[in-house]
């Protein structure tokens, strides 16, 4: 799996239809229209998320591999 930024992964996450909902400190909460969950994606700079974090997300949005 690569590892990618915070930052990407909220740019695919609008892609693929979740909305920027409000911004806590550096922590960006996503929502989508008819889904109860929220994604929580912490935006630190270029950092890479850590692996599981970043996994769970990618199951959440959904994103594979190749997406990235």
């Known amino acids: 799996m690569k590892a990618v930024s915070g930052k990407l992964l ?3 996450a ?3 239809g979740w909305r ?3 911004i806590n400190g550096s922590h960006h909460i996503f ?3 008819g ?3 929220r994604l929580m994606i912490p935006i630190h700079g ?3 998320l850590k692996n599981g974090l970043q ?3 990618m199951k959440m949005i ?3 591999d190749e997406e990235l």
């Open 55 to 57: 996994r769970s997300l």
């Open 35 to 37: 889904r109860i969950e």
């Open 10 to 12: 909220a740019k695919l």
């Open 14 to 16: 609008v892609e693929k």
């Open 62 to 64: 959904p994103l594979s």
């Open 46 to 48: 270029q950092q890479t």
């Open 31 to 33: 929502t989508m229209e």
């Open 20 to 22: 920027l909902a409000r």
